[in-house]
């Protein structure tokens, strides 16, 4: 395109105001790729669910416990390769403000259906000899500032009482996915206290973990297992990991819609600048594009003209966002919502995405004023000095 | 005897101001001939520069019809008529219009790119044009750059850059200073007898008329020719 | 001053589609930043609506929440003795023990299940909430396995309609009734008989206690009695404030990604209306001039132009708030993470969220106008009567 100097040379024209519109794009690019990767945090949960593990819970809803006999039923049907349970506390830590999830989990058995929770051998040796040994994620004793041996106070809203833990290990992540935001502690140090203080609670468990060697079998299997418990004071329900944690990101499904509007929203602002700038700017060169179809120009010149500049800053300011989303936003992020999503992976799609809906804004603001530059006569674009 | 190059035959223009028709010209009948110098001269609202823009084809007649080298202009398409004008017209402006953010060099050659010219082609033709107008230095020059006279050379360059069949110029001279006023027209009056080319031009300054050949002048929408 | 003005809305009304685009964008940014108020008050609204200024809840101390509570039939005896409580004509204490439960439920329109509170509840719950009103069919029958639903669960979640069933504790229950409670959170929940309840769900406790006080003032004798009670382990709190803090969470997400939201757009929005201002200041350079040389102040050209900005921001402020009151008739239901149940709300205006969004927009415009008007009154009057244009 010979036109080509004549758009870079245009942009160029009024600095500032170039420079305003490609600010408000990048803007906009950043916001749109925070709200997308902020809706992306939400799935992370499911996104790092193996197809190895069924998770077995109360049919009625996940505050209902199963009895604990029922592992050994479990363990005996076909396809079951290993069996363990955990329990949800819900404590408190100093303040309920500082919500972080608390798991009692079987001591022998939990984390071998997790192997990307990886432990240092010394402090799985110190959490499988402590009975109110904790293991804690690197994110979560990063938070609060913890490390090994330190003592730890929560208060039960679940089981009541002031429960002491002493922290033995912190965990690391085996994958980016990997949630580094919890607290594990041994089930049989709250059984145990259950038994003593209210036995009807005793031996009782929140879900059963599941691993399946062969994921293709995960439906027949769940079967199987919830058609053991049909008719019993604790039906279960049974599902793959991914299936569990998805239904809790469905229980949000109305927040994640509101966010997918607004970052449909926030396009449609930048849209309305960039409109603004190249109708401004169409509109001062009437009488250059009357100069120009004087020489023997025509309309498709016109246009291109017109388009060209709005998709060439569009494409400055989808480039800006991009980069101000990866530098100084995306760590800030980080930090301010860490402990509302235990991972934050960002998806190359997303920066696409908003780098896309740049050129789109880019095209349509110029629909408008190239209208009107290709239809104002040659005659009057000379009269209109301005 | 030098051939008709630009016929207008009865040709009337109106404007419309709010459903209210504003007459601008009355049934002019007026020939150019291949290597004249016409000047149309007359009091401003005359509808001088209405008839230049008549057959520049940058407007149409409301009656009549405007015949450039016996082709009807009124049966051609917009489209059509801009690459008819890429051709066959080059325009000069009275306040130059040349694009702000083009050097001279770049100006001269923005109508060169509506051709099939090659980079080298261009570039040629381009110094070449500057030269005839005499700013081959001032070729880097921004119009900002520029003296008012100057400006108007490199929008001559413009014009002539393409070897059009017929130069148009709006009252060339209608806003520079006494002297540069004077070089504009001698450059004019060199392009029509050196190079033989058709030049018609709009002006109310008696002094530029002067190097004209023929003069018409128009008053109230009619033509008289002297 | 009163001239100028005139100048200023003369001038937006000339440069239409410019003056359109910056009001639209203001217009788009106040719409959202009122949305996500509405939102977060609408949420408010229907929790503090569910409790009562006369009565007082009971849960097991550090509970927390109803579903986490649990409470004994020692304990419920104790405390239902209390001589705080009111008594009906009947003689009886306004005294009702109640279970909360969830259950999980696919709804109506995606098949995804969500967490339906159900209450079980006694007869004397109706007279402890008056709000309470069946419209639809009828009571349940005590000993049966008849529920009724509140009318947003109904609506929303699949066999919780008039004369349908839901499965849950190894028995089917009938809804043999729908019940408003004035847009409260009791709508979002199913009532059934509370003994039924316990069984079915194999939990012989009670999950609260609520009453209600002969007289509001002696809710803190009442507290200090039963909190410090040897042999109770309860917290005692006044209904309307217990609900209105169980959606803390929730509210404290929406402000913040609200708050976020409305800040990073109201930069765009800013961004356009400098830019509009910039090339208004540009475009009447000559006319700054000739004001300037007419004897007008710097201040008052520096005024006129911000009056310009503000009155364009203030006009789109008005249609964001407009456009942002139809919001109302939208429902939105979903999960309380302080509960961690389905809670159907609506987007509820108030006069300070109109008064709160048009001075966000009015900031926007004296943000956006504020250099440009200071450029347009720094010009000097010569430069400025040479300018082109």
């Given at each position: 395109m010979k036109l080509l100097k004549l758009i870079f040379r245009n942009t160029g024209r009024h600095k500032l105001r170039s420079s305003l519109t490609i600010l408000g794009l990048a803007i906009a690019v950043m916001a749109f790729s925070v709200i997308r990767y902020s809706i992306d945090a939400w799935y992370s949960g499911v996104a790092a669910s193996s197809p190895n593990r069924l998770i077995t819970r109360n049919a009625i809803s996940i505050i209902f416990t199963l009895p604990l006999s029922y592992r050994d039923k479990i363990a005996r049907i076909d396809g079951v390769t290993g069996v363990s349970w955990a329990q949800w506390f819900g404590g408190i830590y100093v303040d309920a403000k500082n919500f972080f999830p608390q798991i009692a989990v079987d001591k022998d058995t939990f984390f071998d259906m997790y192997p990307e929770y990886i432990v240092p051998t010394d402090e799985m040796k110190a959490f499988l000899s402590e009975r109110n040994a904790a293991l804690v994620g690197r994110k979560l004793a990063d938070r609060f500032g913890w490390s090994v041996g330190d003592p730890i106070r929560l208060t039960g809203t679940i089981y009541p009482g002031e429960w002491d833990f002493v922290i033995r290990g912190i965990y690391t992540g085996a994958k980016e996915t990997t949630d580094e935001t919890q607290w594990f502690f041994r089930y049989d140090y709250l059984d145990e206290r259950m038994r003593k203080e209210t036995p009807v609670r005793a031996g009782q468990v929140g879900w059963f973990i599941i691993w399946i060697n062969d994921p293709s079998q995960a439906a027949i299997i769940s079967e199987k297992i919830d058609r053991l418990f049909d008719n019993s004071m604790a039906e279960t329900k049974t599902e793959t990991e991914e299936a569990f944690n998805l239904s809790f990101v469905s229980m949000a499904s109305s927040i994640i819609i509101g966010l997918r509007i607004i970052s449909i929203l926030v396009i449609g602002i930048i849209l309305l600048v960039l409109a603004n700038t190249m109708a401004m700017t169409a509109r001062e060169r009437v009488p250059e594009y009357a100069v120009m179809k004087t020489l023997g120009f025509r309309p498709v010149h016109i246009v291109g003209l017109i388009f060209g500049e709005s998709l060439f800053i569009a494409i400055l300011g989808g480039l800006l966002g991009i980069v101000i989303t990866l530098f100084p936003v995306m760590p800030l992020v980080r930090t301010a919502l860490g402990h509302f999503f235990p991972t934050f992976p960002l998806s190359v799609v997303t920066l696409i995405l908003g780098m896309s809906s740049a050129i789109v804004v880019g095209f349509l603001a110029a629909v408008f004023p190239t209208f009107k530059a290709v239809k104002t006569p040659i005659v009057d674009g000379l009269r209109v000095i301005d | 005897m030098a051939e008709t190059l630009v016929k207008l035959e009865d040709v009337s223009k109106s404007y419309w101001r709010d459903s209210i028709e504003i007459p601008v010209l009355h049934h002019i009948n007026l020939e150019i001939l291949t290597g004249e110098f016409v000047a149309l001269m007359g009091p401003s609202g005359s509808g001088k520069t209405t008839l230049l823009n008549l057959i520049a084809g940058i407007d149409r007649p409301s009656q009549g019809r405007v015949i450039f080298e016996h082709e009807d202009l009124s049966t051609l398409s917009e489209g059509d008529l801009a690459r008819w004008r890429s051709r066959h017209i080059g325009f000069v402006f009275q306040f130059y219009n040349l694009m702000p953010v083009l050097t001279a060099f770049e100006n001269v050659e923005l109508p060169l790119l509506l051709t099939k010219l090659s980079r080298a082609e261009r570039h040629k033709q381009v110094e070449t044009a500057l030269a005839i107008v005499g700013l081959a230095d001032r070729m880097k020059h921004y119009p900002n750059q520029l003296s008012g006279g100057q400006e108007q050379r490199v929008a001559i360059a413009r014009a002539i850059v393409t070897d059009p069949d017929l130069i148009l110029a709006d009252e060339p001279t209608g806003d520079l200073d006494k002297q540069s006023a004077e070089e504009i027209m001698d450059l004019l009056a060199q392009l029509n007898k050196d190079f033989g080319k058709t030049i018609t031009m709009v002006t109310h300054d008696p002094r530029a008329a002067e190097h004209a050949r023929v003069i018409h002048r128009l008053d109230k929408g009619e033509l008289e020719t002297a | 001053?009163?001239?100028?003005?005139?100048?200023?809305?003369?001038?937006?009304?000339?440069?239409?589609?410019?003056?359109?685009?910056?009001?639209?964008?203001?217009?788009?940014?106040?719409?959202?930043?009122?949305?996500?108020?509405?939102?977060?008050?609408?949420?408010?609204?229907?929790?503090?609506?569910?409790?009562?200024?006369?009565?007082?809840?009971?849960?097991?101390?550090?509970?927390?929440?109803?579903?986490?509570?649990?409470?004994?039939?020692?304990?419920?005896?104790?405390?239902?003795?209390?001589?705080?409580?009111?008594?009906?004509?009947?003689?009886?204490?306004?005294?009702?023990?109640?279970?909360?439960?969830?259950?999980?439920?696919?709804?109506?329109?995606?098949?995804?299940?969500?967490?339906?509170?159900?209450?079980?509840?006694?007869?004397?719950?109706?007279?402890?909430?008056?709000?309470?009103?069946?419209?639809?069919?009828?009571?349940?029958?005590?000993?049966?396995?008849?529920?009724?639903?509140?009318?947003?669960?109904?609506?929303?979640?699949?066999?919780?309609?008039?004369?349908?069933?839901?499965?849950?504790?190894?028995?089917?229950?009938?809804?043999?009734?729908?019940?408003?409670?004035?847009?409260?959170?009791?709508?979002?929940?199913?009532?059934?008989?509370?003994?039924?309840?316990?069984?079915?769900?194999?939990?012989?406790?009670?999950?609260?206690?609520?009453?209600?006080?002969?007289?509001?003032?002696?809710?803190?004798?009442?507290?200090?009695?039963?909190?410090?009670?040897?042999?109770?382990?309860?917290?005692?709190?006044?209904?309307?404030?217990?609900?209105?803090?169980?959606?803390?969470?929730?509210?404290?997400?929406?402000?913040?990604?609200?708050?976020?939201?409305?800040?990073?757009?109201?930069?765009?929005?800013?961004?356009?209306?400098?830019?509009?201002?910039?090339?208004?200041?540009?475009?009447?350079?000559?006319?700054?001039?000739?004001?300037?040389?007419?004897?007008?102040?710097?201040?008052?050209?520096?005024?006129?132009?911000?009056?310009?900005?503000?009155?364009?921001?203030?006009?789109?402020?008005?249609?964001?708030?407009?456009?942002?009151?139809?919001?109302?008739?939208f429902e939105v239901s979903t999960t309380n993470w302080d509960t961690f149940a389905e809670l159907a709300f609506s987007f509820e205006v108030s006069p300070s969220i109109i008064i709160g969004s048009l001075i966000f927009a009015v900031v926007m415009g004296i943000a956006g106008g504020f250099l440009p008007a200071v450029q347009a009154s720094r010009l000097r009057i010569v430069d400025a009567l040479r300018a082109k244009g």
């Open positions: - | - | 001053m009163h001239l100028l003005f005139g100048y200023s809305y003369k001038n937006i009304i000339a440069r239409k589609l410019t003056s359109l685009f910056s009001m639209l964008g203001v217009a788009l940014v106040v719409f959202v930043f009122a949305a996500v108020l509405m939102l977060s008050h609408g949420l408010e609204q229907t929790l503090v609506d569910t409790g009562s200024d006369d009565n007082v809840i009971v849960i097991r101390r550090a509970s927390q929440t109803e579903v986490q509570s649990i409470l004994p039939r020692d304990i419920a005896n104790i405390v239902k003795a209390d001589p705080a409580i009111a008594h009906d004509t009947a003689g009886a204490p306004i005294f009702t023990n109640e279970i909360l439960v969830l259950i999980n439920q696919p709804k109506r329109n995606s098949n995804e299940p969500s967490n339906v509170p159900v209450r079980g509840v006694t007869p004397m719950s109706l007279k402890v909430r008056p709000t309470v009103n069946i419209v639809e069919g009828r009571m349940w029958h005590e000993g049966t396995s008849e529920i009724i639903a509140g009318a947003k669960v109904a609506k929303t979640f699949q066999g919780c309609g008039l004369g349908e069933t839901v499965r849950f504790g190894m028995r089917d229950w009938t809804v043999v009734g729908i019940f408003e409670a004035e847009g409260s959170g009791f709508e979002s929940e199913l009532w059934g008989d509370v003994n039924q309840l316990m069984d079915a769900f194999g939990r012989p406790v009670f999950s609260s206690l609520t009453m209600q006080l002969k007289a509001p003032g002696d809710f803190e004798a009442m507290k200090a009695r039963l909190e410090q009670d040897p042999r109770l382990t309860v917290e005692v709190h006044r209904e309307k404030e217990y609900y209105a803090e169980q959606a803390r969470i929730t509210t404290t997400f929406i402000n913040i990604l609200g708050t976020v939201i409305s800040i990073v757009f109201s930069l765009g929005a800013i961004v356009g209306a400098m830019i509009t201002m910039y090339t208004t200041v540009a475009h009447r350079t000559r006319e700054i001039g000739t004001l300037r040389a007419l004897g007008f102040t710097r201040s008052t050209v520096l005024l006129t132009f911000l009056a310009e900005s503000v009155l364009m921001s203030f006009t789109g402020g008005v249609i964001g708030i407009f456009l942002a009151s139809f919001l109302r008739f």
